[in-house]
């Protein structure tokens, strides 16, 4: 993931920062507990295709 589009990429429900875990693909939200997948070197930056952080992942 290009580190500059990470910097200006932001959560799309609460506008906070993202972290990206490189083994999952994908975009973390730890204020809304979202993952948002990358497909194809792109993100999906769309809630409904989020999927909800378990509470080991959050620990993390």
């Not at 910097?7 to 083994?23: D, F, R, V």
């Not at 730890?30 to 959050?58: K, N, Q, W």
């Amino acid at each position: 993931m290009d580190k500059t589009l990470l910097e200006i990429l932001a959560c799309p429900s609460c506008k906070g920062s993202l972290n990206y875990n490189k083994a999952q693909q994908e975009l973390l939200c730890p204020v809304c507990r979202l993952a948002y997948p990358i497909r194809d070197d792109i993100p999906v930056m769309l809630t409904d295709e989020a999927r909800t952080l378990s509470a080991e992942e959050e620990a993390h």
